[in-house]
């Protein structure tokens, strides 16, 4: 009498003859049928089977089910690889600080206006290049001007770490602190730098209004225009209404930061 087996997994049932079978050839069919590696495999017929030297028919009735249980070698590694990233970002939180000990105080500019300090996250990982992207911004000839037209003058432009809020930057108390945040989620890389400037262009709005209405849209509207018109280094000498400027929309605003900090805070 002819012995099989029914092999299920996910669902999928195939009917398998197992005479000369044994437990170890059966697992390289799994393998090559459902691209699981023979060692993350589990093979189930009432209890775990174990023994793969052992003969099919001799560990498992004629006509029963044997129950497949294991991931893909290829979904298995994808899900190592995305584990991995987010223990580097854990790793790299675990390094981060929040101190104000170690702020730079080098001002940008040798205006009136502008930025009196700067701050990077304390993560060795790519820390220079996170404080020179906020030297960036405030060295930007675009920033410069429309900060010196609305004399604005900000004590501390830092980085924001992505886990301090759901947010991408925010103004405590009119230009005590303008946080923005520069990092991607797994602090592995950084955000787009014309990006990070338009929510710069958006926190320098709170510096006269708070609440996000027509008043702060307005002013964010003409910020986002003055940073690309004011800034003739992008076309050598000339300044004027031709160049092209991103105009934010109302419904943007919340996603942005919520509104500005008072002294209490997050």
Not at 162 to 169: A, M
Not at 186 to 210: C, I, K, N, P, T
């Amino acid at each position: 009498m002819s012995h099989s087996i029914a092999l299920s997994y996910k669902g999928h049932v195939t009917c398998i003859p197992t005479d000369t079978l044994t437990l170890g050839q059966l697992r390289a069919h799994v393998e090559q049928q459902y691209g699981i590696s023979a060692v993350d495999q589990k093979l189930i017929c009432k209890g775990l089977l174990r023994n793969d030297t052992a003969m099919i028919r001799d560990l498992v009735p004629n006509n029963s089910k044997v129950v497949v249980m294991g991931t893909p070698s290829a979904e298995l590694a994808s899900f190592q690889a995305l584990n991995a990233r987010r223990q580097i970002g854990r790793a790299n939180n675990l390094k981060y600080r929040a101190t104000s000990s170690d702020v730079y105080h080098t001002r940008a500019t040798t205006d009136e206006y502008g930025f009196d300090s700067f701050k990077e996250l304390n993560i060795a990982h790519r820390q220079r290049d996170a404080l020179q992207m906020l030297h960036r911004l405030g060295r930007d000839e675009g920033v410069r001007q429309v900060m010196r037209k609305h004399k604005y003058s900000v004590h501390l432009l830092r980085e924001l770490h992505p886990n301090e809020r759901t947010i991408l930057g925010y103004n405590r108390n009119r230009g005590e602190e303008i946080a923005l945040r520069l990092r991607t989620d797994d602090l592995e890389g950084f955000r787009d730098y014309e990006s990070v400037r338009r929510v710069l262009m958006h926190e320098l709005a709170h510096m006269v209004w708070d609440a996000h209405d027509d008043n702060f849209h307005k002013l964010n509207r003409e910020h986002c225009k003055e940073v690309v018109e004011l800034d003739w280094t992008v076309r050598g000498q000339t300044v004027g209404p031709q160049a092209e400027y991103y105009e934010p929309q109302p419904k943007e605003a919340e996603a942005v930061d919520g509104g500005s900090l008072a002294a209490s805070g997050f």
